[in-house]
């Protein structure tokens, strides 16, 4: 978990003209799905 988080920051920390288009929508797909866990384990607790 922590080396995804550490991955997602560094990708975030590249120059936008450096991101391609597939990083940035493979980025966007991980965090929906990294939102959508979260929810779903705040309402299992």
């Known amino acids: 978990m922590f080396n995804y988080l550490t991955r997602i920051n560094k990708i975030m920390k590249k120059p936008m003209n450096k991101l ?3 990083e940035g929508y493979s980025l966007g797909l991980y965090y929906f799905m990294f939102i959508f866990i979260l929810q779903i384990l ?3 607790m």
């Open 20 to 22: 391609s288009f597939g």
């Open 42 to 44: 705040i309402r299992v």
